[in-house]
């Protein structure tokens, strides 16, 4: 996609990006130079990709900090707070993991990084081999408790799902063009999950391991027979960090105005730097801080309005969605009181299946989308349903507490996504401010309304 920058920077003093609005009534608009700004320090080269719980990340939580009390914007964790530290705990390896297979006299060894990738490896799993060629016309209750080898044509990732559900103890298949391109970074993984201290821990049905293997070290077991395989991935000692949600408020005029208070959000960290390439996210998500912070600098600087509004920055999304998961459980309000929460997740890159416009996650599910629509937003039904996108960002963790918790996105699935293109190059400023615009309305709308956003019958998650 072309890049914008120069488009913006000619405009950028003279462009106000206006919503719609009714005859008469002051018009809302989008700061383009504003938004420039926030972009060229969030994803600039300082903050070097703002990775989980890095110096990077809490610098750019201080400039989010500075901007909302700019935008005269409270804190929202108690007076002039702004800034929630979140403890975590992250599980490290002390040597890359091992897959030792013996069959008959040949022993063969598999390093982790170099022949393979195994997703969350235990410290150490023993199990007989099994080797099959098609998921679908097996006999699953045979795979429990194996190693399988499962020699696919193709990656077959929903009979990878289906033989661990099986209750396979690992499961070995070939990696596909998707997972090659991502290599590196699924190395760099932690062999677990990440601790969010203060956070009670849902139990988690146990399930195998996903090993992705080269082509190489699928066609050198594919020369073995029966056998058994040896998963060793030793433990070193846990990575502790910090990370930081920040949070301001603008209260209602109305008496009840805190009762139902909107909550918008976007997660402000990326990767960060890894083999020396640095991962901007511009589009990811810086893309989305831009967008709240500017909704915060135009109600800031209007009048207050009936309900109550919060403007919610996470960090350590891309890890998990530990911020959020952390917020969640501490909330600075009580959970019945949040009307909705709308998070703003990669709207930098227009979609070609819909340009000009964003998509609204979980449209199917609630009342909101339409809602908002009817009130001059430029966005539409979510156009990617087979991936997954409502259940994939910070608005989750609320909408499993209940609360009507969606995301607006454009395009999910840029080029540029989780690359070092990622970057100020390949996002299209005027585009962002477009979309912005024709959110303001809208969002004005729903604080001054009496509308009330539900779930639609059945579709609560």
């Not at 462009?15 to 969030?42: D, F, H, Y």
């Not at 009507?404 to 999910?412: F, G, K, L, M, R």
Request: charged share 20%.
């Amino acid at each position: 996609m072309r890049s914008s920058i120069l488009l913006a920077a000619a405009l950028a003093a003279a462009a106000l990006i206006t919503a719609p609005s009714a005859p008469g009534a002051a018009k809302p608009s989008v700061c383009a130079e504003c938004v420039k700004a926030n972009m060229e320090r969030l994803a600039g080269e300082d903050l070097h990709g703002r990775a989980c719980g890095s110096p990077d990340e809490h610098a750019a939580a201080q400039f989010i900090v500075e901007t909302l009390k700019t935008s005269k914007i409270p804190g929202a964790f108690g007076p002039n707070v702004y800034l929630q530290p979140v403890q975590l705990l992250t599980p490290t390896a002390a040597s890359p993991a091992t897959l030792d297979v013996v069959s008959g006299d040949a022993h063969v060894t598999f390093i982790q990084g170099r022949d393979m990738v195994a997703l969350e490896p235990p410290e150490a799993l023993a199990a007989p081999l099994l080797a099959l060629t098609d998921a679908e016309h097996t006999d699953l209750s045979a795979v429990k408790g194996r190693l399988v080898i499962y020699d696919s044509p193709i990656f077959d990732a929903p009979g990878v799902q289906a033989l661990l559900k099986a209750g396979a103890a690992a499961v070995v298949s070939p990696a596909s063009d998707q997972v090659l391109k991502r290599w590196d970074s699924l190395v760099a993984r932690p062999p677990g999950r990440t601790v969010v201290q203060g956070v009670e821990r849902a139990e988690v049905e146990p399930r195998g391991v996903t090993v992705f293997a080269k082509a190489e070290t699928m066609a050198a077991l594919r020369k073995l027979g029966p056998g058994e395989g040896t998963l060793i991935a030793p433990r070193g000692a846990p990575k502790q960090r910090t990370t930081y949600n920040i949070m301001g408020v603008l209260h209602g005029k109305a008496a009840d105005a805190d009762r139902h208070a909107l909550l918008l959000t976007a997660h402000y960290d990326h990767l960060g730097v890894r083999n020396g390439v640095t991962f901007h996210g511009a589009n990811d998500d810086a893309s989305g801080t831009a967008a709240v912070l500017e909704f915060a600098r135009i109600l800031g600087a209007g009048p207050r309005h009936r309900r109550t509004v919060y403007f919610g920055l996470f960090g350590c999304e891309e890890e998990g969605e530990l911020g959020a998961q952390y917020v969640q459980a501490h909330l600075p309000m009580a959970i019945g009181d949040l009307m909705a929460n709308l998070e703003f997740e990669m709207i930098g890159v227009d979609d070609p299946k819909r340009p000009g416009a964003l998509m609204l996650t979980g449209w199917d599910r609630t009342n909101l989308g339409p809602a908002l629509q009817a009130h001059g937003a430029h966005v539409g039904p979510d156009l990617y349903p087979e991936q997954n996108f409502f259940q994939r960002s910070d608005n989750y963790q609320l909408a499993l507490r209940g609360v009507i918790a969606q995301t607006v996105s454009a395009w999910p699935l840029p080029p540029t996504y989780h690359a070092p293109t990622d970057d100020l190059a390949h996002v299209d400023l005027a585009f962002m401010d477009s979309v912005i615009g024709s959110m303001v309305e809208p969002v004005t709308w729903l604080l001054d309304s009496d509308f009330q956003p539900e779930w639609l019958p059945g579709k609560k998650p």
